[in-house]
């Protein structure tokens, strides 16, 4: 071992490093395709429409004035986001993607000898910053596939200082119902911050979306984390936001970078939210998509989790395995082992072109032909 591991905190020394989605291009050149056009990259939960047409506008308009330092206080962006939530701008923190407040939280509110509790089938990346705290993590068995709130509530403990619950969740797609949602905040403890992480929400049918942010309006200790990474499809931008009563903003503003979210970003977020159009293409291009897939999965006899975000969860056997094989043929998705799910992929859903080669790649794959 090498000088600096020794220097290093312990807790950063035995941080496992996020497996994110190689470059589709690094893939491309390592798999003698000849253009990473050839490739499906469904494994990143980005948006198959592309960006908002008018968030490019908003950043070729910006692209001159970049000398210059972005506005710390991102104050239009989070006036157009009150506006646009109904939510007073105090309420409101963009951060440099809805991870970096994951972070922020773990700095305000974690540290040795506190914990988090969350669904063991939940996004990695709480798991990560709490032990970056050095802050214990309770993993809590999801039921099919699902945050279980009711054992989740009786895993809360005296040093429990935030509950994580990814709805609709990732890698799963499921979500939790308002109903489930209302029990839990009946009974939670007041000791603890409850972080609702609501990456995908956008994309969910509004008749079926909870409404979580009139907890933050009532001032209960809860946080909502949104980002423009999924339905606004600008995740190469880096750009999210957290939603949380006044007083808890503050404490994130202390441990914030003053320039987190950069110009273009801010710029390109708030041409983003006013363009309701393009969310609403990228919902339908969902629905219809799904009804495609969970048709081919039919007959191909492969189950699945039904879901409510912009990727799904198919059983395919070997996950890795058959990872490994799809991205031989061409389309890339992601294996869930590390969630305790070694059976399944996980898949993005891309455009009609790129999901019908994706089901001719898997037809291959798991008809035996490795
Ligand atoms: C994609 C995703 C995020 C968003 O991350 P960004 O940092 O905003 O790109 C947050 N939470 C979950 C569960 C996600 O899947």
Known sequence: MGRFSVLARDAVSALPV???????????RDLGFQDASELDKLASNENALGPSPRAIDAMRGQAAGMHRYPDGGAFYLKAGIGRHLDVHPDHILPGNG??????????TFLGPGQGIVMADGAF?????????????VTAVPMTDYTHDLPRMLAAIGRDTR????????????????????DAFMADVPDHVVVCFDEAYIELVPD????????YVREGRNVVVLRTFSKAYGLAGLRVG????PAECIDLLNHVRQPFNVNAMAQAAALAAL??????CRTRELLAAEFAYLYGEFDRLGLAYVPSEANFMLVRVGEGRAVQERLKRAGAIVRPVDAYGLPDFIRVTVGTHAENERFVRALRSCVNGGA
């Open 124 to 136: 990695l990346v709480y798991k990560l910053v709490a032990a970056l705290f050095g802050a214990s």
């Open 18 to 28: 996020y497996e994110p989605g190689s470059p589709i291009e690094d893939v491309a």
């Open 98 to 107: 809805s991870n970096e407040l994951i972070e922020l939280l773990g700095h």
């Open 162 to 181: 935030i509950v994580f619950i990814s709805n609709p969740n990732n890698p799963t797609g499921t979500m939790v119902d308002q109903a489930a949602i």
């Open 274 to 279: 006013d363009d309701e159009e393009h969310v």
């Open 207 to 214: 008749e079926r979306r909870p409404d979580v942010l009139s």
């Open 241 to 244: 936001y957290a939603v949380a």
